[in-house]
């Protein structure tokens, strides 16, 4: 049996995030083939909050080293605004947006093109945080999810935030069955996504 210890991210630790973002990045799993790009991904979901709020990102270690995450926004408003307009156009100095026809695009031009789109996020008034939670296959299963999701909870009481929500694949049942089990209401559905809430 593994030993496990959540604790406060570093800037050491951003690498290390980035890569967990990627080998969880379909679906909940192993993404890393499907990107000739191994950064665009972690740019989107990861970036962002350890630049923005790193008082909101919190790692799971193991004795082999970072083994997942959990890390959000307590405000998400005020955190797109900055993402759409400070840290998207940094990151798009790195990239040239996507031609040609947007149905034969592969994983990684799809992702980059979301950097050159006007925000589409989605805000629920009652659920002002939101949240990412990524654990490494051996992390997974051991109810080490549940201890990062009260730790991440108890960080948003401590800040008086009332609700927190979150986005997930519609194919994700693993994790829908894991929200569901912590108490999470779905609030909403499209095509690709699930999005789900919790009072707190
Ligand atoms: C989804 C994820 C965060 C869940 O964390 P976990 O550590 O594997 O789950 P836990 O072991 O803490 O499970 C907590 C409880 O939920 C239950 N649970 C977990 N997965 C479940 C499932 N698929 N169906 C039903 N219950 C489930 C567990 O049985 C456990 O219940 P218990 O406390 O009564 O024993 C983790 O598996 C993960 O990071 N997966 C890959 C990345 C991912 O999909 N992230 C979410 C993206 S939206």
């Known amino acids: 049996m593994s030993d496990f210890n959540i604790r406060p991210y570093?800037?050491?630790?951003?690498?290390?995030?980035?890569?967990?973002?990627?080998?969880?990045?379909?679906?909940?799993k192993d993404a890393t083939h499907l990107f000739t790009d191994p950064l665009v991904l972690g740019h989107i979901y990861a970036g962002p909050y350890m630049e923005y709020e790193p008082q909101s990102?919190?790692?799971?270690?193991?004795?082999?080293?970072?083994?997942?995450y959990i890390m959000g926004t307590m405000n998400s408003n005020a955190f797109y605004d900055w993402m759409y307009k400070d840290w998207f156009p940094a990151v798009r100095n790195n990239y040239n947006q996507p031609t040609g026809e947007?149905?034969?695009?592969?994983?990684?031009?799809?992702?980059?093109?979301?950097?050159?789109?006007?925000?589409?996020?989605?805000?629920?008034?009652?659920?002002?945080?939101?949240?990412?939670?990524?654990?490494?296959?051996?992390?997974?299963?051991?109810?080490?999810?549940?201890?990062?999701m009260d730790h991440y909870i108890t960080h948003l009481k401590q800040n008086n935030i009332k609700g927190v929500h979150l986005e997930l694949s519609i194919t994700n049942e693993r994790a829908f069955n894991f929200y569901r089990k912590y108490g999470m209401d779905e609030l909403e559905q499209d095509d690709d996504s699930i999005y789900m809430g919790l009072y707190i």
Not at 11 to 25: A, E
Not at 57 to 68: M, R
Not at 109 to 118: A, H
Request: aromatic letters at 8%.
């Open 10 to 28: 570093n800037s050491t630790d951003k690498d290390h995030v980035y890569n967990i973002c990627l080998q969880t990045g379909e679906s909940g």
């Open 57 to 68: 990102v919190f790692i799971l270690n193991d004795e082999n080293g970072l083994c997942g």
């Open 102 to 148: 947007p149905s034969k695009w592969n994983r990684t031009e799809k992702t980059v093109n979301i950097l050159f789109q006007p925000m589409s996020n989605k805000l629920f008034k009652d659920y002002p945080a939101h949240l990412h939670i990524d654990l490494l296959p051996r992390a997974q299963g051991q109810g080490q999810g549940k201890l990062m």
